[in-house]
């Protein structure tokens, strides 16, 4: 079985700096790990996805994520963030389906 | 090409009765997965079909049932609803490839907001 953690459940940030969202998984088989982003009222949208290869992804709107199979992590960054970042992010692995963490809130502050 | 579609968006239910979603998945995707999303346990993997037969199953009570039609449409029934039944309703869709579309992506809907009272 597999389980995805997610350190951060809320994450307060100004606009302009940059942010690491941490998710950590656990697994005995290998995996292929996702990162979503869900606006407010909205459905999931992913923004990057590891499958094998390089392990540094970069995905859309200017995030990316380094998968680190020694430290079983798949944190995500991203250098400046704007307002409109702010939405909640879920880390995902996907073996059969799809095991999210509990989420993180990306709080953007002008 | 046209996204994943979930109908209705919103549905208030009455507890004890019993309620059916719809997923439209994107052209072409034969998988759908259903997920539940509520504040208490999160993201959670009620079933996935695919080709009109439930390949996985997640650890829900039989009440929640679903199925695929031969246009890979998919609908999900819960019956005897319960307060806790209240939630948010996603349906994902996934071309397939090898292994079985594990390591392909999962395109979601907006959902269906169920509240049951």
């Known amino acids: 079985a597999q389980s995805v953690t997610q350190l951060d459940s809320q994450v307060p940030v100004f606009e302009e700096a940059p942010v690491e969202l941490r998710c950590n998984y656990s697994?005995?088989?290998?995996?292929?790990l996702f990162w979503y982003v869900q606006y407010p009222n909205q459905g999931l949208q992913l923004l990057l996805k590891y499958l094998s290869g390089s392990t540094l992804v970069k995905g859309i709107n200017g995030f990316e994520a380094e998968f680190n199979k020694s430290q079983t992590s798949f944190h995500l960054r991203k250098p400046s963030v704007h307002i409109s970042d702010t939405a909640e992010y879920f880390c995902a692995v996907r073996r059969r389906a799809l095991t999210f963490g509990s989420g993180t809130r990306l709080q953007v502050q002008p | 090409k046209a996204g994943v579609t979930q109908t209705p968006r919103y549905l208030i239910k009455t507890r004890g009765q019993q309620v059916t979603l719809s997923c439209s998945p994107i052209s072409g995707h034969r998988s759908v997965s259903w997920y539940q999303q509520t504040p208490g346990q999160g993201l959670q993997f009620l079933f996935e079909y695919f080709s009109e037969t439930q390949r996985n199953k997640g650890n829900f009570p039989g009440r929640f049932s679903g199925r695929q039609f031969s246009n890979s449409r998919s609908e999900m029934n819960v019956s005897t609803l319960e307060l806790g039944d209240s939630a948010l309703y996603l349906c994902?869709?996934?071309?397939?490839?090898?292994?079985?579309?594990?390591?392909?992506?999962?395109?979601f809907g907006q959902g269906t907001r169920l509240t049951v009272v």
């Open positions: 697994s005995s088989v290998s995996v292929y």
């Open positions: 994902a869709s996934s071309s397939e490839a090898g292994l079985e579309g594990m390591n392909t992506e999962a395109f």
